[in-house]
Every structure is written in structure tokens, then in C-alpha cells.
């Protein structure tokens, strides 16, 4: 008799744990949600931000090569590289930066897998951001080294008799390791920590379960 009635008593409390995971399961969903839809609006505020700028730079580059440089067709082709190594990588990682945000929560039985597809895009995302810069770096510094042999008058880079291109090579890639740096830091700050949250939240649901 004793063990039945132990066998109930432990019946009871396993059923009124699964009640109370339910319960805060329930509970939680809606303030991931919020939390969630929060990060993504500050990781919207920093593209919009980025691209702001971005657009802003474009502008005032188009406006200041021609000053710099006027009938060179030399210095606006090597301004034009410039600007398209900045222009489609970051405009296509902006593009689809805003897209997927907006695809982060649906419903409350898609939470889960909206959080884990949002997460696993930007973490690809980063990446791709990262070691495409990594790349591209040393193709815009060389291509501003282009453009600034194309300029008359004394600049930076230039090459001459005191300055071979290869130490103007060891300078771009030394220099890229340091922009590079910074990329990496900049990503940490601005995108790494918002990808960060969601896995917490994430985590915090999958626990629930």
C-alpha cells in the first residue's frame, strides 16, 4: 500500500513539474519575442546607420575625385574601382542584412525555428563579412595607391626612387592586417553581441521544452 501510494505521490509531482515548465514555457514566449524583435531593431539601427554613411561617402567621392583628378581618365578609373570594392560587397551584405531581420519571429509555435534560422544566417553572415574584407582590403589599398600615382603632385604611396612597389606592397598588407583588426572588432560590436542575445534566448526556450 505504502509503495502505491508513494508511486502516486511521485506521479503527482512529476505531473505538476511538467505543468509548471509548461506554464513558464508559455510564460517565456512572449518575452523572447519582445526581447528578439528588440535586438533586431538595434541591429537594423546599426545597418541603417552603416549604409547611411556609406551612401553619404559615395556621394562626397564622386564629388571630390573630379576635383582631384580632372580629364585624368587613369585616377576615375582607379576611383571607380575604389568605389565598386566598397559599393556590391557591402550593398549586397546590407541588402540581405534587412531581409532576414524581418523574417526573425513569425508565430509563437515557429519561435524556435525563426530563432535558428536568423541565428544560422548571421553567423554565416559575420563570416562572410569578415573574411570578404580580409580579402578585398589589400584590392582597395592597392587600388587607392593606383589612384594616388595617377594624381600629380606629391602623396602618399608614391612610387619613385625612394619608394619600389614592393615596399609599397609590404605597406598595403601591413596595413591591411591593421584595417582587418579593426573589421573584427567593429563586427564584434556592432553585429557579434545582437547574434549573441538571440543564442541566449534561444537557449533559454530549448531548455524550457
Aim: charged share 20%.
Amino acid at each position: 500500500m505504502k509503495n502505491d501510494e508513494m508511486d502516486e505521490l511521485k506521479s503527482l509531482w512529476n505531473a505538476s513539474i511538467r505543468d509548471e515548465k509548461k506554464q513558464s514555457r508559455e510564460e517565456l514566449i512572449p518575452l523572447i519575442r519582445h526581447r528578439s524583435r528588440n535586438v533586431f531593431s538595434r541591429m537594423r539601427r546599426t545597418l541603417l546607420l552603416e549604409s547611411g554613411l556609406g551612401i553619404l561617402f559615395m556621394i562626397l567621392w564622386m564629388k571630390i575625385v573630379p576635383v582631384l583628378t580632372p580629364g585624368n581618365g587613369e585616377a576615375y578609373l582607379a576611383a571607380l574601382q575604389m568605389a565598386l570594392l566598397t559599393v556590391i560587397p557591402l550593398g549586397f551584405f546590407y541588402y540581405m542584412g534587412f531581409r532576414h531581420l524581418n523574417m526573425g519571429i513569425a508565430t509563437d509555435a515557429r519561435l524556435v525555428s525563426s530563432l535558428q534560422q536568423t541565428i544560422a544566417y548571421w553567423d554565416q553572415a559575420l563570416r562572410l563579412y569578415f573574411w570578404g574584407s580580409t580579402a578585398l582590403i589589400p584590392a582597395f589599398l592597392l587600388s587607392a595607391v593606383w589612384f594616388q600615382n595617377c594624381r600629380p603632385g606629391i602623396a602618399f604611396f608614391k612610387v619613385g626612387a625612394d619608394t619600389s612597389w614592393q615596399e609599397i606592397v609590404v605597406w598595403v598588407f601591413a596595413l591591411s592586417a591593421f584595417v582587418t583588426l579593426f573589421v573584427w572588432i567593429s563586427i564584434r560590436i556592432s553585429y557579434r553581441k545582437h547574434v549573441e542575445e538571440l543564442k541566449t534566448y534561444l537557449k533559454e526556450l530549448e531548455e524550457s521544452d
